[in-house]
């Protein structure tokens, strides 16, 4: 019992260090985007901020899951969180655009070693039948990030600068590294096993998510169809704040109604998924989220006003938790965490390449043909993915035990 409270107490902590470090990331998000603007007066250049994150996944993925499997995880994600911090302290204090970018590249690096370290030690330290409520939570946490982020980045603009912003982004960061090290140590190996790291050792791990991706097909099959809806929402919500503006000729207090509407329907849907996550199955979460997204996407798509913009919006929006808690389970459940590292982490660069090609095929369409042509291509390729999502879930899968791999070290 006291073991199981100990167990508890480090889930809340986990929970609050991830929302802290959520907030301020927003936070940090806006700020940033305004400094941008006001230095340069480019909407091309603040363009450029959203090609970083990509970016950043493709210069670190292809090596961070083999360093992000040997180490120890706390240490490891106190290290970046606080790194992250110093580099975010520096960043106000940079003039040069392209310094800019460098260093937000550098912080958009340090999140991507971040996620795995998080997500690996997160799956070791809730037990598996907890694991799918805890990803409730986790999903209420980020929906309130989104919420309560730029709230506080409005007020601290009323009353100071962006530049006040990203320095409490990165006393937010510092503080939810210290409250990492508050947790239990869950490593088994020792730190002396973990120095050495060479192409050698790189090639095998390459070898090795190769040989999981060949031997379990379905598992890998549901993963890149669900993250293919996520990667077109992406390309869809490049040109969101385009289609409000010119197709549906919204106010710029329209439009802000409208982004409340989405943040509200996030937070809704993150209450019901904590309350309706142990009556649903991973597979439902995953299939019956994916179709209601891609839906609120066709209602925002094919509307020619305010209300049914908004109604797509609320819909699509309250999906995410359901869907986005159901795919972390799923990954929990099927990829070995011994290397759940180095597979995730390549995966990751395969999206991150299609992320750039989609959004960048989505300007051009709307550039070239018209906005709402683009939106609504989008969309029906999302549609159709969500769909064989659903249909391929409802197929019984002999490979949906934690499968086990020979050399994971």
């Known amino acids: 019992m006291k073991k199981g409270k100990r167990n508890k107490k480090s889930q809340l902590i986990l929970l609050a260090s991830t929302g802290m470090a959520n907030i301020g990331e927003w936070v940090y998000?806006?700020?940033?985007?305004?400094?941008?603007?006001?230095?340069?007066?480019?909407?091309?250049?603040?363009?450029?901020?959203?090609?970083?994150?990509?970016?950043?996944?493709?210069?670190?993925?292809?090596?961070?899951?083999?360093?992000?499997?040997?180490?120890?995880?706390?240490?490891?994600?106190?290290?970046?969180?606080?790194?992250?911090?110093?580099?975010?302290?520096?960043?106000p204090l940079v003039t040069s655009l392209w310094w800019v970018y460098c260093l937000v590249l550098v912080v958009n690096m340090g999140h991507a070693l971040y996620h795995p370290a998080s997500i690996i030690y997160m799956t070791k330290l809730v037990p598996?039948?907890?694991?799918?409520?805890?990803?409730s939570f986790r999903s209420l946490m980020d929906s309130g990030a989104f919420v309560i982020g730029p709230a506080i980045a409005g007020f601290l603009f009323i009353i100071s600068t962006p530049v006040t912003a990203i320095y409490v982004?990165?006393?937010?960061?510092?503080l939810a590294g210290f409250l990492i090290l508050l947790l239990p140590n869950l490593e088994s190996f020792k730190a002396k096993e973990t120095t050495t790291f060479?192409?050698?050792?790189?090639?095998?791990?390459?070898?090795?998510?190769?040989?999981?991706?060949?031997?379990?097909?379905?598992?890998?099959?549901?993963?890149?169809?669900?993250?293919?809806v996520i990667v077109m929402t992406a390309g869809v919500d490049s040109l969101?704040?385009?289609?409000?503006?010119?197709?549906?000729?919204?106010?710029?207090?329209?439009?802000?109604?409208?982004?409340?509407?989405?943040?509200?329907?996030?937070?809704?849907?993150?209450?019901?998924?904590?309350?309706?996550?142990?009556?649903?199955?991973t597979s439902m979460l995953i299939g019956a989220g994916s179709l209601l997204l891609a839906l609120g996407y066709v209602v925002f798509a094919t509307s020619s006003g305010m209300t049914m913009a908004a109604v797509g919006?609320?819909?699509?929006?309250?999906?995410?938790?359901?869907?986005?808690?159901?795919?972390?389970?799923?990954?929990?459940?099927?990829i070995p965490v011994e290397v759940m590292g180095r597979i995730v982490s390549l995966f990751g660069v395969a999206e991150a390449i299609v992320i750039i090609i989609v959004t960048v095929a989505c300007g051009a369409m709307a550039e070239f043909v018209s906005i709402r042509f683009s939106v609504t291509a989008g969309v029906l390729v999302m549609v159709v993915i969500a769909i064989v999502v659903f249909v391929h879930l409802l197929i019984p899968m002999k490979a949906w035990k934690t499968p086990r791999l020979k050399s994971a070290r």
């Open 240 to 281: 969101e704040a385009a289609f409000s503006k010119d197709v549906l000729n919204l106010s710029n207090t329209e439009y802000g109604f409208l982004v409340s509407i989405a943040g509200g329907g996030i937070l809704v849907g993150a209450v019901m998924n904590t309350f309706l996550v142990k009556r649903l199955s």
């Open 29 to 91: 998000h806006i700020a940033i985007n305004l400094i941008i603007f006001n230095q340069t007066g480019s909407a091309l250049a603040v363009t450029g901020l959203y090609l970083l994150k990509p970016l950043a996944t493709l210069l670190t993925n292809g090596w961070s899951g083999s360093i992000v499997d040997r180490v120890n995880k706390r240490k490891f994600m106190t290290s970046l969180l606080l790194f992250q911090a110093m580099i975010l302290s520096i960043l």
């Open 198 to 228: 060479t192409f050698k050792q790189l090639r095998e791990d390459w070898r090795i998510v190769y040989e999981f991706s060949k031997k379990f097909r379905s598992v890998v099959i549901i993963y890149f169809l669900f993250s293919a």
């Open 313 to 334: 919006c609320f819909i699509l929006s309250f999906s995410l938790a359901f869907a986005n808690t159901g795919f972390l389970t799923f990954y929990q459940e099927h």
């Open 128 to 135: 598996i039948h907890e694991r799918k409520q805890f990803n």
């Open 169 to 174: 982004n990165a006393i937010a960061l510092m």
